[in-house]
T-cell receptor
Framework: DAGVIQSPRHEVTEMGQEVTLRCKPI?????LFWYRQTMMRGLELLIY????????DSGMPEDRFSAKMPNASFSTLKIQPSEPRDSAVYFC?????????????FGPGTRLTVT | DQQVKQNSPSLSVQEGRISILNCDYT??????FLWYKKYPAEGPTFLIS?????DKNEDGRFTVFLNKSAKHLSLHIVPSQPGDSAVYFC????????????FGKGTMLLVSP
């Protein structure tokens, strides 16, 4: 299996622009998670989906952030408009069901820089 | 409020010696604990886990110890190797119909030859 695939790997954009991050989970996994990693806050869970349905988006920082999962093999995280404080590494992870020990498999991340 | 804390941002160890990474938690409802390893420019990878009903789990050079009364767990790597140099994240899970992971901020381990 190719593992979790994220694109792009790097994104540099100007403040105010729309940014879309993409994720393809591992085939057969039915839970998908979006995380943001910063030096100050570490790894934060933004939103997670189970069977393509958003379960908890309480970690989404504000209305500028939105996420979708139109099917089992694709998810997007959109930031509109982007701000410099959104600069971070964004990870997507997937897992097989909700079985202990609940390990999640991470993609390589997208490093976002907003200037 | 940080529910999972890794108080040591970094740790340096010599090759062949033991590395001990520590993690504290506050939520008594956590039922599983996991350790992840992360190399630069890569995503975290699952390393080892332990159920809250156990106090030790071993996998090769890696052993995780859990002290529920102290709400403390540790990861022991013996012997440490230069390839173990990475950031190690402690994570915890609490079942509430669904399970998510709460991560600590990580400890950077440097193993020198």
């Amino acid at each position: 299996d190719a593992g979790v695939i994220q694109s792009p790997r790097h994104e540099v954009t100007e403040m105010g622009q729309e940014v879309t991050l993409r994720c393809k989970p591992i085939s057969g996994h039915n839970s998908l998670f979006w995380y943001r990693q910063t030096m100050m806050r570490g790894l934060e869970l933004l939103i997670y989906f189970n069977n393509n349905v958003p379960i908890d988006d309480s970690g989404m920082p504000e209305d500028r952030f939105s996420a979708k999962m139109p099917n089992a093999s694709f998810s997007t995280l959109k930031i509109q408009p982007s701000e410099p404080r959104d600069s971070a590494v964004y990870f997507c992870a997937s897992s097989l069901g909700q079985r202990p020990p609940y390990e999640q498999y991470f993609g390589p991340g997208t490093r976002l820089t907003v200037t | 409020d940080q529910q999972v804390k890794q108080n040591s941002p970094s740790l340096s160890v010599q090759e062949g010696r033991i590395s001990i990474l520590n993690c504290d938690y506050t939520n008594s409802m956590f039922d599983y604990f996991l350790w992840y390893k992360k190399y630069p420019a890569e995503g975290p990878t699952f390393l080892i886990s332990i159920s809250s009903i156990k106090d030790k789990n071993e996998d090769g050079r890696f052993t995780v110890f859990l002290n529920k009364s102290a709400k403390h767990l540790s990861l022991h790597i013996v012997p440490s190797q230069p390839g173990d140099s990475a950031v190690y994240f402690c994570a915890a899970s609490a079942w509430s119909g669904y399970s998510t992971l709460t991560f600590g901020k990580g400890t950077m381990l440097l193993v020198s030859p």
